[in-house]
């Protein structure tokens, strides 16, 4: 099948490669030359395992190419997605300009039958409005021309995005037109080999489905943070705490780990679309409002413990002359994403408690650049940032601090102080071993997650 997918980001990418890869034409557009100029010479833009070698893989075998030609694109293509950016705006909505601005160039350029799909995160109502710009600009040029829109949002988790793509627990489609449905079943009927796990419903649904989705996610993240910060003030162990309700089949035990709060591109801008769109629709969505809420406060509970274990009461900056080491700074592990990502607010209350900090990420580091400068300082080595240092505090959860050289830690350490934001170690070996450890609502051989 012709394809051709509007954005080289994140999503845009991993559908190209992907639908590449089970055998399809895809042709990527995007407007920013330098992006479409390193993609042509195979320097990808994200990093993202597995993605590099697919789409180097699937251009060497001309399946997949990038342009800056939208005319191009849609005139050789028989579905349209778009795989734009909807950064949230200054009252929380979806900016839906980008997904617009395709849909107006769409409408200019087509030349037959099209299929446009909304790839996009986008609000409830989105379908009907690409549908009223494209036939504006068909009206404009004076043609009549058949085209459908639905609504197929993506369920990607960054660092498994291609398995998730390859190997989806579902796809879902929002359709109001049986032909069109049925053509988009056949292009990720590929996909479907081991169980057919196709939903089709109408577009509404479809759309409504993603922000759902990922509001109940983040709604069990700030659930089990605030379960956590109450199993420390009343000496419960927050891990026996999962064990026990996510052995129940109508809970499970996904997301239900505690941590610095959730971040990356989707769940902040989702869930602040998802109140904004009740709001219009005068729904007060109480609930998702508190698990914004818990999640921007439990962003500052690393740094919270961090100042009350090494600071002054004293001080003005009850961190000066304290040197904290942090591992991990993008907002999940296997991605260089640190769009929202807890790391940013920890660093900054730090920074501003007078504090030197040092970093290390397998992945970010670059991307940290961008953001602090040359404000706190960075290695390549995660044992490097130690020496000399009052505090190890653990943010993110690579595999790289799982099972780290624990007597070479604690060599390094000036204290023997480990603040564990994933709470990746056992408090009685930490006990034993002579570090000063405090996770996230554990309690332990008389250790608790809550600094005494």
């Given at each position: 099948?012709?394809?051709?997918?509007?954005?080289?980001?994140?999503?845009?990418?991993?559908?190209?490669?992907?639908?590449?890869?089970?055998?399809?034409?895809?042709?990527?557009?995007?407007?920013?030359?330098?992006?479409?100029?390193?993609?042509?010479?195979g320097?990808?833009?994200?990093?993202?395992?597995?993605?590099?070698?697919?789409?180097?893989?699937?251009?060497?075998?001309?399946?997949?190419?990038?342009?800056?030609?939208?005319?191009?694109a849609?005139?050789?293509?028989?579905?349209?997605?778009?795989?734009?950016?909807?950064?949230?705006?200054?009252?929380?909505?979806?900016?839906l300009?980008?997904?617009?601005?395709?849909?107006?160039?769409?409408?200019?350029?087509?030349?037959?039958?099209?299929?446009?799909?909304?790839?996009?995160?986008?609000?409830?109502?989105?379908a009907?409005?690409?549908?009223?710009?494209?036939?504006?600009?068909?009206?404009a040029?004076?043609?009549?021309?058949?085209?459908?829109?639905?609504?197929?949002?993506?369920?990607?988790?960054?660092?498994?995005?291609?398995?998730?793509?390859?190997?989806?627990?579902?796809?879902?489609?929002?359709?109001?037109?049986?032909?069109?449905?049925?053509?988009?079943?056949e292009?990720?009927?590929?996909?479907?080999?081991?169980?057919?796990?196709?939903?089709?419903?109408?577009?509404r649904s479809?759309?409504?489905?993603?922000?759902a989705a990922?509001?109940?996610?983040?709604?069990?993240?700030s659930f089990?943070?605030?379960?956590?910060?109450?199993?420390?003030?009343?000496?419960?162990?927050?891990?026996?705490?999962?064990?026990g309700?996510?052995?129940?089949?109508?809970?499970?035990?996904?997301?239900?780990?505690?941590?610095?709060?959730?971040?990356?591109?989707?769940?902040?801008?989702?869930?602040k679309?998802?109140?904004?769109?009740?709001?219009?629709?005068?729904?007060?969505?109480?609930?998702?409002?508190?698990?914004?809420?818990?999640?921007?406060?439990?962003?500052?509970?690393?740094?919270?413990?961090?100042?009350?274990?090494?600071?002054?009461?004293?001080?003005?900056?009850?961190?000066?002359?304290?040197?904290?080491?942090?591992w991990?700074?993008?907002?999940?592990?296997?991605?260089?994403?640190?769009r929202?990502?807890p790391?940013?607010t920890?660093?900054?209350?730090?920074?501003?408690?007078?504090?030197?900090?040092?970093?290390?990420?397998?992945?970010?580091?670059n991307?940290?650049?961008?953001?602090?400068g040359?404000?706190?300082?960075?290695?390549?080595?995660?044992?490097?940032?130690?020496?000399?240092?009052?505090?190890?505090t653990?943010?993110?959860?690579?595999?790289?601090?799982?099972?780290?050289?624990?007597?070479?830690?604690?060599?390094?350490?000036?204290?023997?102080?480990?603040?564990d934001?994933?709470?990746?170690?056992?408090?009685?070996?930490?006990?034993?071993a002579?570090f000063?450890?405090?996770?996230?609502?554990?309690?332990?051989?008389g250790?608790?997650?809550?600094?005494n």
């Amino acid at each position: 099948m012709k394809i051709c997918i509007f954005g080289a980001g994140y999503v845009g990418l991993v559908a190209a490669a992907c639908f590449a890869e089970s055998g399809n034409s895809v042709i990527t557009v995007d407007i920013d030359h330098a992006r479409i100029d390193n993609l042509k010479q195979g320097i990808i833009p994200i990093y993202e395992p597995g993605l590099k070698e697919m789409i180097l893989r699937n251009q060497a075998e001309g399946r997949l190419t990038f342009t800056l030609d939208v005319e191009e694109a849609v005139k050789a293509s028989l579905v349209c997605f778009i795989a734009v950016g909807t950064p949230p705006g200054e009252d929380g909505s979806a900016d839906l300009k980008h997904v617009l601005g395709v849909a107006k160039d769409i409408g200019r350029a087509m030349n037959g039958f099209k299929i446009i799909v909304d790839k996009s995160t986008v609000p409830v109502g989105t379908a009907d409005k690409v549908r009223a710009t494209v036939q504006e600009e068909l009206a404009a040029r004076g043609v009549h021309l058949e085209f459908d829109v639905v609504s197929n949002p993506e369920f990607l988790k960054e660092g498994a995005a291609i398995d998730d793509f390859m190997k989806p627990d579902r796809v879902v489609i929002g359709c109001d037109n049986v032909r069109t449905a049925e053509i988009m079943k056949e292009l990720y009927d590929p996909f479907m080999r081991k169980q057919n796990r196709m939903i089709v419903m109408d577009i509404r649904s479809a759309e409504m489905t993603k922000y759902a989705a990922n509001a109940m996610l983040a709604t069990r993240i700030s659930f089990m943070n605030q379960i956590a910060g109450l199993c420390e003030r009343m000496g419960a162990d927050v891990k026996a705490v999962r064990e026990g309700i996510g052995s129940d089949s109508r809970i499970g035990y996904d997301f239900l780990f505690p941590g610095p709060g959730y971040g990356g591109s989707c769940f902040p801008k989702d869930v602040k679309a998802l109140i904004r769109t009740a709001e219009e629709s005068n729904y007060d969505f109480l609930l998702l409002k508190a698990v914004e809420e818990v999640n921007e406060l439990q962003k500052e509970v690393l740094a919270d413990k961090l100042i009350k274990l090494l600071g002054s009461p004293d001080e003005e900056q009850p961190l000066t002359g304290r040197v904290v080491a942090c591992w991990g700074l993008s907002f999940k592990p296997r991605t260089d994403d640190m769009r929202e990502a807890p790391a940013i607010t920890i660093i900054e209350r730090l920074l501003a408690a007078g504090a030197t900090v040092r970093a290390h990420d397998p992945e970010a580091i670059n991307e940290a650049r961008k953001i602090f400068g040359g404000r706190i300082e960075y290695s390549s080595n995660q044992y490097d940032i130690l020496d000399g240092a009052d505090a190890l505090t653990v943010i993110t959860d690579w595999n790289e601090y799982r099972n780290p050289d624990f007597d070479r830690i604690k060599t390094a350490l000036k204290t023997p102080n480990i603040v564990d934001g994933r709470n990746l170690y056992k408090p009685d070996r930490m006990a034993s071993a002579g570090f000063s450890y405090v996770p996230l609502g554990r309690c332990s051989g008389g250790i608790c997650g809550e600094v005494n």
